[in-house]
């Protein structure tokens, strides 16, 4: 690690394995909670089986438990680590965020700065990948925070579902918002606002539609502007190729990612989802 400071996120980043081994940045786990088992995100459930899971019975998901949290911890200070910047999930779609802070008060082997990067999936892994690059260069903390904070002003973060079973009974959405959208195929393009709560950016009929219009709004913010791009998906990996060509007609993206989204996030989303994360390249 550089400077002796180390970066720390939650699953619900997204971040591919390959760019958590480039920067070293290292992960506390969400769980998934099915038929009796308590599984780590990511390291005893893996992307792939989620869904043969959902159809069995639907999982539940919580927070990373204070165990894992003080592993990761007390292995960074053992390789004598000094300083942690840890990044979470957003505060208000997560209780992540407020389990951190307290750990973190307590732990007394290094000082550990704990950020809600009021966002989910790579709109979270974005930021946390610039903050590392900033470490991985000689920064420090503070440079790495403005960083983040640069990135989370250019981002735009759009999802489509393909139905809203899940995002409702997750408690995401109303059960009145979620019956009558299903009833009506209203599709909503989800984003997450400035204060890191869900909210739809516009809504239309059909999924095919909606995903259109996720593409109008990211048109809208990117077009003509060279972008770093994250193309997310939940068993649709072809439809998500397609959405970074059609990105490509109207941006420049310098770089691309075509990411399955994470256990924790897809019990929330079911099989389908299509999102287009992007920020500014500088």
């Not at 980043?13 to 920067?23: F, G, Q, R, V």
């Not at 960074?76 to 750990?103: H, M, P």
């Not at 009021?118 to 903050?131: R, T």
């Amino acid at each position: 690690m550089k400077n002796k400071i180390a970066i720390v996120t939650d699953t619900g980043c997204d971040i591919p394995d390959d760019l958590l081994e480039k920067y070293d940045i290292r992960l506390v786990p969400l769980r998934v909670l099915w038929k009796g088992q308590d599984l780590r995100d990511r390291f005893e459930v893996k992307s792939e089986d989620i869904f043969n899971m959902m159809d069995e019975e639907i999982p539940k998901t919580s927070l990373p438990t204070y165990e894992d949290f003080l592993s990761v911890m007390d292995n960074l200070a053992d390789e004598g680590c000094e300083q942690v910047l840890f990044i979470t999930i957003s505060a208000k779609l997560s209780g992540t965020y407020n389990a951190v802070r307290l750990w973190s008060e307590e732990y007394d082997r290094m000082r550990i700065t704990v950020i809600d990067s009021l966002s989910l999936s790579m709109g979270q892994g974005a930021p946390v990948v610039e903050a590392a690059k900033v470490i991985d260069a000689g920064g420090s903390v503070e440079d790495a925070i403005i960083r983040m904070q640069d990135v989370r002003k250019s981002e735009g973060a759009y999802y489509v579902v393909s139905t809203l079973e899940y995002l409702q009974k997750g408690g995401r959405i109303g059960v009145i918002e979620g019956t009558l959208g299903t009833l009506l195929q209203i599709r909503p393009v989800i984003t997450v606002d400035e204060f890191g709560v869900f909210k739809s950016a516009a809504k239309t009929k059909g999924f095919k539609r909606a995903v259109n219009v996720m593409l109008e709004e990211v048109k809208k913010k990117f077009a003509g502007k060279r972008i770093f791009l994250s193309s997310i998906h939940c068993e649709n990996k072809e439809a998500a190729k397609q959405l970074v060509e059609q990105v490509r007609a109207f941006a420049e993206v310098v770089e691309y990612r075509i990411i399955q989204l994470t256990p924790t996030m897809a019990i929330h989303t079911g099989r389908g989802l299509l999102g287009l994360i992007a920020y500014e390249a500088i």
